[in-house]
C-alpha cells in the first residue's frame, strides 16, 4: 500500500521534473546531508579546540607561551579533587537512583496491570519538562530545616522539629537530581520493555526462577542498553549540571566541578585553569561515552525477534498493585505535585516566612516580573526566540545528520555518528566554557548569537537521535520507489520522507525547545546585558528575592507544560519515537 | 515673459530659502529653550556650567541611551533615578537607562572581559572594591572627569575613597551581625559576642571565596579580630552566602538565627514590608564599603555617563539612593533622612584600611587565607 502511495507520488512528482531542477536534486542529495554533518562536526571542534589551546597558554612579562602549569595548578589543588569527588558521589549516585526508579516507574507501566496505568505513563515524564534549578528552589522552600513549608507544617501540627533534612547539602543534591532526571532513564527504558519478548521469562519462570530471579537475570540484562544509556546519560547531565549544586550545595561551601569552574571564571578569573578543568572533565566524560559503546558492541541484546509474540503484563496481587500505586503517587507527589504547590505559594506572597498565609495572597510579584522588571521581561522574550529558533535550526541540522547516517552511503558513517555524539558527553558548563574563550575576542561575543550556537551544538544530538530512532523504523525502498518513478531527491523528501517523519521532527522540536527553555549551564558564563534568559534571570532574582523568583518559576513552568501538552497532542511521545 | 518666469522662479527659491530658515531658526530655538528649561541648566552657578551642561545634554540625547551595572540599587531605586535623571536634564521617556543589578565578582569579570574583547557595552559601573577601582585607573581603563559634584566630596578624597578626577562613592554600606527579633533575643555588641550566639549551623557568612565585598571586609575584620575569632566563627558551621538580599531573606524565613555579615539596607527593606531585623554596630569598628561609579574609558555613551555622575552625586540622587537603599552618603555636610539604618560616617567608628595598598594579586592571598580558615 505504501509502496503504491509512494509509486503514484513519484509519477506525479516526476512528471513536474525538469533537468534543471534533476541536477539540483542531485547536488542537493550529497550536499545537504554533507552540510549537516560539517556543521555539526565544525560546532564541536571549535570549543573543544579552543578549550585545549586556551588549558596549555600561560602568561607571563614576555607574553603567552605554552605551557602545563594550569594543568599542574589543578591537579595539585585540593579543590580539584574536593570537586571531582564531590561531583562523582552526586552524579554516581543521582545515576544509580535514577537508574532504579526509572527502571521501576516503566515496568509499572508497561508490564503491569496497575490501575491508571495511562496517568501515571503521562504524569511520570512531567519532571522532564520541569527546570531543574525551578525543582531545587522549590525544596528549599518545601524542605529547608528551619524555614521550609513541611517542617513548619510538621512543627505547627505535631510539635515536631525536622532540622535533620538534608536538603543542603550532598544528599539534597542527589534527592533533586534523582527526582528530575528519572524521567530520562524512564524514557530510555519503557519502549523495550514493551517490546520485549516474553518468551525468555516465562522460560525462566517455567524452571522455577523466581520473580526476583528473573528480572535480575533475564529482563535487567536485557534491558542493559537502555538502562546504560539512560543512566549514563543521567551521569553526563548531572555532572555538568551548574544549577542544582548552585542552589543546594554551595551554601553549605561543598564544592561541585561546575561551581568549581564558574568560580574560576569570576573575577579575578583564571581562565588557563578553567580550561584545563575542562579538558580534564571532557576527557573523563568521553572515555565513559566509549567505554560504554564498547560494552554495548560486544555483546547481543535481542529483546525483539521475528516472531510473533506479545508482552506479557504481570497481573499483581493486591498488596503488590498497592506498592505499585504507592511509588508511582511518591514520585509524582515528590517530583511534581509538591514542587508546583510551594512555588504557587511563594510566588502568591509578599513576603515569605517560610509560612503560607493566604489571607495575604498577592499577585504583586506577578506584576513585577511581568510588568515592571525589564530585565525578567527581556528574559522572557530571549528564550523564547533561543527556543523557537535554535529547535528550528537544530532539528534541521539534526534532519540532514540523521539522513547521512542511516541513508548515506559514506563508510566513515560508524565514526562521523560517534563524533556527532560527543556532545552528549560534554557537560553545558564546560562548553559554555569552550564557546566563551572561542568567541571573547568577536564580535559574536555578548551576543544572543554565540549562547543559540552554544545550545544548538550541546544538544542537537538529542534531536538527531528522536530523529534517527523513526528514520530507521522506514523502509528505505519507499524512498527508492519515488526515485525509480523518476522523483528527484527533494521531491522524495518533500512528499514521502519528510511527511513520514513527521511526528519524530515535532518530537524533536518540542525536545529541544522545552530543553532551551530551562538551559542555564552554557549560558550563565556566555549572557550579557540583554541577552539573560529566563534560567538567568532565575538565578539572578533567587539571589534578590523569593516571590519574584517564584513568580517567574511559575511562568516558566507555564511556558514548559504548554509545551508538554503540546508534546502529547502531537501524538509524537518520546516513548513512541 | 522670461522675466516673468525669472521673477517667479526667484520668489520660489526664496520662500523656500525663508520657510527652511524660519524652520530652522523655530526648531534650534525650540530646542534651546526645551534645554534651557532643563532644570540642571537652571541650577547651574554660572554661564559656563550651564554652556558644559547643556552640551553634554545635547550629546546625551544624540547617543540615546545609558548602561550602567551595579552591585547593590534594587529595581524600585533604580526606577526612581532614571525618572528623576530624566527630568533633571529634561530627556525624553525615550532615552534608555539600562541597568544590571550583578555581584561585585561578576561585574569585575564583566568589565576585565569587555575590555579583553574591546566590545564594551556599559558605560558605568558601580562597584564597592575600593583595590579593583584603583587597578582599574591606573591600567587607564577609566575614563578622567572632574565632576562639578566632586567639589562636594572633600572628605571622601582626603580619606581615600575615591580619587579625585575619577571617582568618589555615591554610597556607602558595612556588613554587620544581624538577626530576626522575633525569633532571637541578642544583646551583643561586639563581633565576639556572635559566637556561641546561636547553635551550630543557623548563623551565615559572606562568601568571601566568590565575593569581592566579602573578601575585602574580611580583609578589614582581620585588622581587628584575630585568627581565633575566626576559626570559632568557623567553628559555628554556617553557611556561605554571595548576596546581602538572600542573607536577610534567610533571618526573615527562620533558616538563619544570626547573620555575620548582614547590610543594614536590607534591614530596612525588609522591615519596610513587615520584618523586624535588627543589627548590631559592634565595638571594634565595622569597614566602610563604598560604593564608587567608574566611566570606562571606551564607554559608549560618554555624555550620557558624565551626567549621571553628576545627578547620582547630586543632594537629589544621594536623597533618592539614601532613602531607598538606606546607604551612606559621602557628600560634605549631608543629612541622612534614615539616621538608624544609614547612619553619618563620621558617626561610625571605622576599621581603617590602606585600599590603595591592597592589590588583585593581594586579595588572591587574602581568600587563600580566607579558606584556610573557613575551608568550603
Known amino acids: 500500500m505504501a509502496h503504491d502511495k509512494a509509486k503514484s507520488a513519484g509519477v506525479r512528482i516526476a512528471q513536474m521534473t525538469s533537468p534543471a531542477s534533476a541536477a539540483l536534486g542531485r547536488f542537493a542529495q550529497r550536499g545537504l546531508p554533507l552540510s549537516g554533518v560539517v556543521i555539526g562536526i565544525l560546532l564541536i571542534i571549535g570549543p573543544f579546540c579552543a578549550t585545549i589551546v586556551r588549558s596549555m597558554l600561560a602568561w607571563d612579562a614576555?607574553?603567552?607561551?605554552?605551557?602545563?602549569?594550569?594543568?599542574?595548578?589543578?591537579?595539585?589543588?585540593?579543590?580539584?579533587?574536593?570537586a571531582a569527588g564531590n561531583t562523582l558521589i552526586c552524579s554516581a549516585s543521582a545515576a544509580l537512583l535514577s537508574t532504579g526508579l526509572g527502571f521501576a516507574l516503566a515496568w509499572i507501566v508497561s508490564r503491569t496491570d496497575v490501575p491508571g496505568r495511562g496517568w501515571f505513563e503521562i504524569l511520570n515524564l512531567v519532571p522532564f519538562f520541569l527546570?531543574?534549578?525551578?525543582?531545587?528552589?522549590?525544596?528549599?522552600?518545601?524542605?529547608?530545616?528551619?524555614?521550609?513549608?513541611?517542617?513548619?507544617?510538621?512543627?505547627?501540627?505535631?510539635?515536631i522539629t525536622l532540622d535533620f533534612l538534608p536538603v543542603y547539602g550532598l544528599p539534597g543534591v542527589i534527592g533533586v537530581l534523582t527526582l528530575f532526571y528519572t524521567p530520562y532513564v524512564y524514557l530510555f527504558v519503557v519502549a523495550p520493555l514493551r517490546q520485549m519478548d516474553a518468551a525468555l521469562e516465562d522460560a525462566a519462570r517455567v524452571h522455577g526462577a523466581t520473580f526476583w530471579f528473573t528480572l535480575r537475570h533475564i529482563t535487567i540484562p536485557l534491558l542493559m542498553p537502555a538502562l546504560l544509556s539512560g543512566a549514563l546519560i543521567v551521569f553526563v547531565t548531572s555532572a555538568g549540571l551548574f544549577d542544582i549544586p548552585l542552589a543546594l550545595a554551595s551554601p553549605k561551601g561543598i564544592r561541585t566541578m561546575p561551581t568549581e569552574v564558574y568560580g574560576l571564571v569570576q573575577f579575578p578569573s583564571d581562565l588557563g585553569r578553567a580550561a584545563a578543568f575542562g579538558v580534564i572533565v571532557m576527557t573523563a566524560t568521553v572515555a565513559l561515552a566509549i567505554l560504554q559503546r564498547r560494552y554495548l558492541s560486544r555483546r547481543r541484546f535481542d529483546t525483539v525477534s521475528g516472531k510473533g509474540y506479545r508482552p506479557r503484563i504481570v497481573a499483581l496481587r493486591a498488596g503488590g498493585r498497592s506498592a505499585a500505586v504507592l511509588v508511582e503517587l511518591i514520585y509524582i507527589t515528590l517530583g511534581v505535585v509538591l514542587p508546583v504547590v510551594a512555588i504557587l505559594m511563594v510566588s502568591l506572597s509578599g513576603l515569605w516566612t517560610g509560612r503560607f498565609n493566604p489571607a495575604a495572597l498577592t499577585l504583586k510579584n506577578f506584576d513585577y516580573v511581568l510588568f515592571n522588571y525589564s530585565l525578567t521581561q527581556q528574559a522572557?522574550?530571549?528564550?523564547?526566540?533561543?527556543?523557537?529558533?535554535?529547535?528550528?535550526?537544530?532539528?534541521?541540522?539534526s534532519f540532514l545528520q540523521a539522513y547521512y547516517i542511516h541513508r548515506g552511503t559514506s563508510r566513515w558513517r560508524g565514526l562521523i555518528d560517534g563524533i556527532l555524539s560527543v556532545p552528549l558527553g560534554i557537560p553545558g558548563i564546560i562548553l559554555g566554557l569552550g564557546y566563551l574563550i572561542l568567541a571573547i575576542r568577536t564580535p559574536l561575543y555578548s551576543t544572543l548569537t554565540i549562547i543559540l550556537i552554544a545550545y544548538i551544538a550541546r544538544f542537537f544530538p538529542m534531536a538527531t537521535r528522536t530523529i534517527s530512532s523513526m528514520l530507521l523504523a522506514i523502509n528505505p525502498e519507499l524512498e527508492q520507489s519515488a526515485r525509480a518513478n523518476g522523483a528527484s531527491w527533494l521531491q522524495t523528501m518533500r512528499y514521502i520522507l519528510l511527511p513520514l517523519l513527521l511526528p519524530a521532527i515535532i518530537a524533536a522540536w518540542l525536545l529541544l525547545f522545552v530543553i532551551f527553555i530551562r538551559e542555564l549551564g552554557a549560558t550563565i558564563l556566555l549572557y550579557a546585558q540583554g541577552t539573560e534568559t529566563i534560567s538567568v534571570a532565575l538565578v539572578l532574582l533567587s539571589e534578590r528575592s523569593a516571590g519574584y523568583v517564584a513568580a517567574l518559576a511559575v511562568i516558566q513552568l507555564v511556558m514548559l507544560l504548554a509545551a508538554f501538552v503540546l508534546f502529547r497532542m502531537t501524538r509524537a511521545s518520546l516513548v513512541q519515537s | 515673459?522670461?522675466?516673468?518666469?525669472t521673477t517667479l522662479r526667484r520668489s520660489l527659491v526664496l520662500s523656500v530659502a525663508s520657510a527652511v530658515a524660519v524652520t530652522c531658526a523655530l526648531t534650534w530655538t525650540s530646542r534651546a529653550a526645551f534645554a534651557q528649561e532643563a532644570p540642571a541648566i537652571a541650577a547651574a552657578a554660572t554661564a559656563e556650567e550651564k554652556a558644559r551642561v547643556g552640551k553634554l545634554i545635547d550629546d546625551a540625547k544624540k547617543?540615546?541611551?545609558?548602561?550602567?551595572?551595579?552591585?547593590?540599587?534594587?529595581?524600585?531605586?533604580?526606577?526612581?533615578?532614571?525618572?528623576?535623571?530624566?527630568?533633571?536634564?529634561?530627556l525624553a521617556a525615550a532615552f534608555k537607562v539600562t541597568y544590571n543589578l550583578q555581584g561585585t565578582a561578576a561585574l569585575a569579570t564583566r568589565v576585565e572581559q569587555e575590555l579583553a574583547a574591546g566590545k564594551v557595552t556599559m558605560d558605568i559601573a558601580s562597584v564597592a572594591s575600593l583595590p579593583w577601582m584603583y587597578e582599574r585607573v591606573q591600567k587607564g581603563d577609566v575614563a578622567q572627569y572632574a565632576s562639578p559634584a566632586y567639589a562636594k566630596y572633600t572628605k571622601a578624597f582626603e580619606n581615600g575613597l575615591g580619587v579625585d578626577g575619577y571617582f568618589a562613592f555615591n554610597g556607602a554600606y558595612i556588613f554587620v551581625p544581624m538577626w530576626n527579633a522575633q525569633k532571637l533575643d541578642f544583646k551583643g555588641k561586639s563581633w565576639k559576642d556572635v559566637i556561641g550566639a546561636v547553635p551550630e549551623g543557623r548563623i551565615s557568612v559572606g562568601d568571601a571565596g566568590k565575593s569581592l565585598t566579602y573578601l575585602a571586609t574580611y580583609h578589614g575584620h582581620a585588622q581587628v579580630l584575630d585568627d581565633a575569632f575566626f576559626k570559632a566563627l568557623a567553628g559555628m558551621k554556617p553557611s556561605f552566602l554571595m548576596r546581602s538580599e538572600q542573607i536577610a531573606q534567610r533571618l526573615v524565613t527562620?533558616?538563619?538565627l544570626m547573620a555575620f555579615s548582614a547590610m543594614p539596607t536590607r534591614a530596612y527593606q525588609n522591615n519596610q514590608k513587615g520584618a523586624q531585623l535588627k543589627f548590631l554596630l559592634p565595638e571594634e569598628g565595622v569597614v566602610l564599603l563604598p560604593q564608587s561609579m567608574i566611566i570606562l574609558a571606551k564607554a559608549p555613551h560618554p555624555a550620557a555617563a558624565r551626567l549621571w555622575i553628576d545627578f547620582v552625586l547630586s543632594e537629589q540622587g544621594q536623597d533618592i539612593i539614601v532613602k531607598g537603599e538606606a546607604m551612606m552618603s559621602g557628600r560634605d555636610g549631608y543629612k541622612s533622612p534614615l539616621p538608624d539604618y544609614a547612619p553619618g560616617i563620621d558617626t561610625l567608628k571605622l576599621v581603617k584600611v590602606d585600599w590603595k595598598g591592597v592589590s588583585t594579586e593581594m586579595l588572591k592571598d587574602i581568600r587563600g587565607a580566607w579558606a584556610k580558615i573557613f575551608a568550603p
Open chain 2, 63 to 90: 547617543e540615546g541611551e545609558l548602561v550602567y551595572w551595579d552591585t547593590v540599587i534594587q529595581p524600585e531605586t533604580h526606577d526612581a533615578l532614571a525618572a528623576a535623571f530624566r527630568k533633571a536634564y529634561g
Open chain 2, 254 to 256: 527562620g533558616e538563619d
Open chain 2, 1 to 5: 515673459m522670461t522675466n516673468t518666469m
Open chain 1, 380 to 397: 522572557i522574550w530571549n528564550s523564547l526566540a533561543l527556543a523557537l529558533v535554535g529547535a528550528t535550526i537544530g532539528v534541521a541540522i
Open chain 1, 62 to 82: 614576555s607574553g603567552p607561551h605554552v605551557s602545563l602549569s594550569n594543568f599542574v595548578g589543578i591537579l595539585t589543588s585540593p579543590h580539584f579533587y574536593q
Open chain 1, 131 to 159: 527546570s531543574p534549578y525551578v525543582g531545587a528552589i522549590s525544596w528549599l522552600y518545601l524542605a529547608a530545616p528551619h524555614s521550609g513549608i513541611l517542617p513548619n507544617l510538621v512543627k505547627d501540627a505535631f510539635g
